[in-house]
């Protein structure tokens, strides 16, 4: 029987799932190896033939280990909290639950559909109580902890008020606010107990305090800085402003450096672990105060640059800073407040990514020098951000750049403070160091020195110290919109406290509608008789999304345990992900808050490993492969009812319109087709090339506007999963973007067929030899086993599937049925194609369902050394045949074998050759 992929893939997906074939065990004494896709968000467009791309390269390592003799656990789930799925039910009113169940009983009936060897015993969704029972339990244990600086690790709150009892703060080295108080013993214990609760809030891993933040009133919440795109949602496209709210944080910041420190120890590509270098933002320098001019308080700074203080002209403040509206004078209000509108409508990145723009406002206000005693202007500008560092910088326009534009361009001092020779010396000779002129206590130092000397006098004259600063700053913990994790927290006199540990999980309460309520709260405040031992107000804002997608590789080890996260022992065994595959877009998102999430866990006893990712690989992006048909403009530059086909456009003006890619074959349109996919065209005449209507063709993202979307189910009907997985991974290496092109699809099919062909005989009947194989087999055989072995480790998953086309090719060529050798080749491709090869198995008379955990061919490297070698044999340069001789014959005797050839004497026509050339394990030359 010919190869009937839609029969073999059915039965093979059915008896995986009747089977759960690929339930890994909880112990064993195999190697375990832990493969974990990064989970998607059930959307309701459904898999397009991008998304697949990651899933199928970690299934065929997935199924390679367990060739291998390995445990694996390659789990599946759901990150299905989030806002798509709530705008839906603000648009229609139907529960976000509801369509979150709908849009993932689709992506499941694909995943299946595709031969994925999940074990989907294991399944999680994050919007599922019994799962964020446990993120809402990890929220309580950050809530309950600080970070302690001396031991470098999180410890419980209690070992605080400890220290608080017994000594007050004396000695305390934490991560915290920079406004906790100082306090001994007597007057911790004479604090009221709110009093109390408000300065531990200060120190806790997660917080309540006032930060800036992306508002999008359309949306009615907050927005991460990726969700905003040149000021406005990228859900939408709404107008986002800058906010100040009263927000949940978690202080991330307190392992800025063990996250800095842990990239050392990970196997993630390098551009990755470059963007996180850059987002913590290691600086060395000094925090300065700047006193303010007849006023009691200072305006700290951080610079790295210490050495240039004596060239400050002015300090420019983030237009949030908590003192503009006390330090901006009557006369410039109008101007800063003007000014601080403008930058609302700005997103952190767009401020940050706009280098050219010079803008700002003066406050009328001064401060003071601390080294010098010079008055130096205080001006706000949107460049600097609120939440990063202190919110404030010193501007040194001799030193940089940017603050050399700002200094021109509103006519502020430019004060020179290194010498210009020197300067000119140090550019030519980077070791050669400046000397500093104009400089006060510096003056006539170099680099060093002057550094040195200035920490020195800032922390004797109390204006400053030495200080090593981060850019990261903590993380923004709360959403104002419904489809999220509940907060489990109550308020009382304005205080937080948490709900009891047994009261989990904080359900999300039915609300009339999902929208923010009529005085502005979030849609929880829609909810009636919703309140902690009703009279206390729970907490309304909702986790952010990426709450719980930080720890959810825990919750795969031991999905149905009721009483913990994971058990104990299975931590202990599956420890951390051997192989993480994912999108390099979440390099600073959500691969930061899981590093965090771990550690902090991690110091709490819970779990094994530092980091919870040992190797990660970003896949590349599959781009969507776009075609157009080309109206006919008339010369007034209206549209016509005509369509020209592209090699003939330029005859014409005319106007590209993208057209659904799918009834589009080889680039030929289906004209009937078309007219059903656009009806204004039903009656339109079309020009046409040699009788085919040709579409124009352009690389572009794949996205329904475009109509280059390619459903994995129309490829699957047409030619079966075991092709498509293929065909993904032939496309080019993983790691990078390609554009999809289905017009190569039919030659992995062919090749699918062709392999099948070789077990069967002229009729198509089932047909193998058990006779010895050939050198010949053996070697075709051998080959193979080694290349995909190799490639398979190095994840070259393109490169494999073009030996296989070469290997099938030539046991075809040798004419091989031989059951050993075509056995072995049968467990080789299956992590590529396993549906084929479960049924091939089966078909040699192996045991159903055992090749999965069959064992990988040992690769022979006897059979691939050269018995014979091919020579080129020339006859006075001239090549004119090809000789095969034995490997161990020497020069001598590889002389005499070819003059004695008859071919050979045929073309010396009875004359003695003048020379012979033997070039050993290459060529043959004789001349004449």
């Not at 999180?154 to 703060?169: D, P, R, W, Y």
Request: proline letters at 4%; aromatic letters at 12%.
């Amino acid at each position: 029987m010919d190869y009937q992929f839609k029969e073999i893939e059915k039965k093979w997906q059915g008896f995986w799932a009747e089977n759960q074939t690929f339930k890994a065990e909880q112990t064993s004494e195999k190697p375990k190896f832990y493969v974990l896709d990064m989970f998607p968000y059930p959307s309701g467009a459904g898999l397009h033939v991008g998304h697949p791309l990651g899933y199928i390269a970690s299934d065929i390592f997935s199924r390679y280990k367990r060739l291998k003799g390995f445990n694996v656990l390659h789990p599946m789930g759901y990150d299905s909290f989030g806002l798509p799925a709530e705008q839906y039910a603000i648009q229609t009113g139907q529960h976000p639950a509801l369509t979150t169940e709908q849009n993932i009983s689709t992506y499941r009936r694909q995943l299946d559909q595709i031969g994925f060897s999940f074990d989907w015993s294991k399944e999680v969704r994050t919007s599922e109580p019994s799962y964020y029972k446990w993120t809402q339990w990890i929220f309580m244990q950050l809530f309950d902890a600080w970070y302690n600086q001396e031991t470098d690790r999180a410890e419980n709150i209690s070992t605080l008020v400890e220290k608080f009892e017994t000594s007050g703060t004396a000695g305390i080295k934490a991560a915290a606010d920079e406004d906790v108080l100082s306090f001994d013993a007597t007057e911790w214990a004479a604090m009221s107990a709110e009093a109390k609760q408000t300065e531990l809030l200060k120190y806790r891993l997660t917080y309540l305090r006032e930060s800036t933040v992306n508002w999008c009133a359309a949306l009615g919440t907050v927005l991460a800085n990726d969700e905003v795109i040149g000021g406005y949602s990228e859900r939408g496209g709404h107008p986002v402003e800058q906010k100040k709210m009263m927000q949940w944080s978690m202080r991330i910041s307190a392992y800025a450096e063990r996250l800095l420190q842990g990239l050392n120890t990970v196997d993630f590509p390098e551009p990755v672990k470059e963007m996180q270098r850059n987002w913590i933002g290691k600086s060395v320098g000094a925090s300065v105060k700047f006193p303010i001019e007849n006023h009691a308080g200072h305006i700290e700074v951080f610079t790295t640059r210490v050495d240039t203080i004596y060239g400050v002209s002015f300090l420019v403040l983030a237009p949030e800073h908590e003192l503009v509206a006390e330090l901006t004078t009557p006369e410039q209000k109008e101007a800063v407040e003007n000014y601080i509108a403008q930058t609302r409508k700005k997103s952190e990145l767009d401020r940050m990514a706009d280098t050219k723009t010079v803008s700002g406002a003066f406050t009328g206000s001064y401060v003071l020098n601390p080294v010098s005693g010079e008055r130096v202007q205080l001006w706000i500008a949107d460049y600097v951000l609120a939440g990063y560092g202190t919110g404030a910088v010193m501007g040194v326009p001799s030193g940089d750049q940017r603050d050399w534009l700002f200094a021109t361009h509103f006519g502020l001092p430019i004060v020179q403070i290194l010498d210009q020779q020197a300067d000119l010396d140090k550019q030519a000779d980077p070791t050669k160091e400046g000397q500093y002129i104009n400089s006060g206590i510096i003056n006539g130092m170099g680099y060093k020195e002057a550094i040195e000397t200035l920490n020195k006098w800032l922390e004797v004259g109390k204006f400053g110290k030495a200080k090593i600063n981060y850019r990261m700053r903590d993380a923004i913990f709360g959403r104002q919109r419904y489809w999220g994790e509940p907060i489990p927290v109550y308020f009382k006199e304005g205080i937080p406290y948490l709900i009891k540990e047994e009261e989990l999980p904080l359900l999300l309460p039915e609300v009339d509608k999902y929208l923010p309520t009529e005085t502005g709260e979030p849609p929880l405040g829609r909810a009636t008789n919703w309140s902690y031992e009703q009279q206390y107000e729970y907490e309304l804002s909702t986790m952010p999304g990426w709450a719980g997608s930080s720890w959810y590789w825990y919750r795969y080890m031991d999905s149905k345990n009721e009483s913990a996260f994971a058990s104990a022992e299975a931590i202990e065994y599956w420890q951390d992900v051997d192989l993480y595959i994912g999108g390099a877009e979440h390099a600073t998102g959500h691969l930061l808050y899981s590093r965090f999430w771990n550690k902090f866990l991690k110091d709490l006893g819970y779990v094994k490993q530092e980091e919870p990712f040992k190797k990660l690989i970003n896949q590349g992006m599959i781009q969507g492969r776009s075609n157009f048909v080309y109206r006919v403009m008339d010369e007034n530059g209206k549209s016509t009812n005509t369509l020209v086909s592209h090699g003939l456009k330029n005859d014409y003006k005319t106007t590209a319109l993208h057209v659904d890619v799918n009834i589009v074959d080889n680039e030929v349109l289906n004209i009937e087709k078309f007219k059903a996919f656009r009806p204004e065209f039903a009656n339109a005449e079309f020009i046409l090339e040699n009788g085919k209507y040709i579409c124009g063709v352009e690389v572009e993202k794949m996205s329904k506007s475009k109509f280059n979307v390619v459903n994995p189910d129309v490829l699957i009907e047409n030619y079966g999963a075991d092709t498509l997985r293929m065909y993904e991974m032939f496309l080019g290496p993983l790691e990078q973007s390609k554009p999809w092109n289905t017009n190569g699809i039919e030659g992995v099919f062919k090749f699918l067929r062709k392999f099948w062909r070789l077990f069967h005989n002229d009729a198509w009947a089932f047909q193998v030899s058990d006779v010895e194989p050939t050198k010949a087999e053996l070697k075709a055989l051998h080959k193979i086993i080694k290349k995909v072995q190799d490639d398979i480790e190095r994840f070259s998953f393109n490169t494999s599937v073009s030996s296989f086309m070469i290997a099938v090719n030539e046991l075809t060529d040798l004419k091989s049925n031989n059951k050993q050798v075509l056995q072995d080749m049968v467990i080789v491709l299956s992590a590529y194609a396993p549906h084929i090869c479960e049924e091939l198995w089966t078909l040699l008379g192996n045991e159903p369902g055992t090749l999965s955990y069959a064992a990988y061919p040992v690769f022979n490297p006897e059979y691939l050394v050269e018995d014979e070698i091919s020579y080129p044999v020339s006859v006075n340069g001239k090549t004119r045949m090809n000789l095969s001789i034995s490997s161990t014959m020497e020069a001598q005797e590889i002389e005499a074998l070819v003059l004695a050839n008859e071919q050979v004497q045929k073309y010396l026509d009875g004359k003695s050759p003048k020379k012979v050339i033997v070039v050993k394990g290459r060529i043959v030359n004789i001349v004449v």
